[in-house]
């Protein structure tokens, strides 16, 4: 039989419409039904379970659209989107990789570790350059939680005026109790910068003030996703209030052919001189990489042919680095 727990998170993600976490608490009463020596009704929930996550890849639970939109104040704070893309879509540092993938684990296993007094991972701090991968990160997440990505619009939540751009973002960590999602705050140091620099400003430093006092304070079942480009410039204060944080960096010679093989394909024509192309990408991040394959790609295109050559894959990453 199920534990009254059990019970309890699995009546509160029907009512949430959160198909994953429905069939993720079925799952645990089918293995907890096993040992306690009901193996037929074991098999019986597995296969329900089963059948139903297979019904779920083919035809994805949509009904948590509505739901998400926001509205009144929060529809100029916050914008929505629903992505498609997983983890697999992105090239990542093995560590990374592992990583995320923990994030997902406790996530899906929320219900699990709460029986154990045992919180997931939900807020996580990225850093590193621009077109490394963290924005991306944000939506490959929401894609593999099938949840909408929400992504927080600084420049419409900072005010000039006394206390509002705090009242703000109070409307906004209300919303992730209200509206399971992963919440983005992409550019971060916007608000997180060091509070006693000598460039600080009065409301932002009240904007920090009440982002940490919200941050400690939240026990939603929202991800929370805080990315910054400037890392040194991050408040000391800041980092213990998350639960992991995440350092990205320009890709690895292994990772520039990873991205470029993915990019292309059967587009590239000829084995490129790997050797001379991790010498050319020094220095780019994954986007410029991405976009000079995308280069190259459109060069041949506009010729009329179907494929692209090493050269002028070359080119194109020697353009794109000139541009830094």
Known sequence: MATAQQLKALIASYADGDRARFLSVAAQISAHAAKS????????????????????????????????????ELSGLVSASFPKATLDDMILAAETRSRLDRV??????????????????????LLGPPGCGKTMTATA???ELHLPLLTVQF??????YLGESAAKLRLIFDMMHERRGVFLFDEFD???????????????RRVLNAFLVFIESDNSQSLLIAASNLAPTIDAAVFRRFDDVLMYDMPAD???????VRRLGSFLSERPNWTRIGELATGLSHAEIVQACDDAAKEAV???????????????????????
Do not use: C, F
């Open 190 to 204: 916007a608000i997180a910068s060091q509070r006693y620099g000598g460039q600080d400003v009065g409301e932002i």
């Open 302 to 324: 506009l010729d009329g042919r179907s494929r692209t050559t090493a050269s002028e894959l070359h080119k194109a990453i020697e353009r794109r680095r000139r541009l830094n």
């Open 155 to 160: 420049h419409t939540m900072i005010t000039k």
């Open 37 to 72: 020596g009901n193996q037929k009704l074991a098999d019986e929930l597995l296969k329900l379970v089963d059948s139903a996550r297979r019904s779920a890849e083919a035809e994805p639970d949509r009904r948590v659209l509505p739901i998400a939109q926001p509205t009144g």
């Open 141 to 143: 997440l929401a894609g």
């Open 104 to 125: 997902l684990r406790e996530y899906r296993q929320a219900d699990l570790l709460a029986g154990h007094g045992l919180s997931p991972r939900r807020k996580l701090l």
């Open 254 to 260: 292994s990772m520039v052919r990873d991205l470029i």
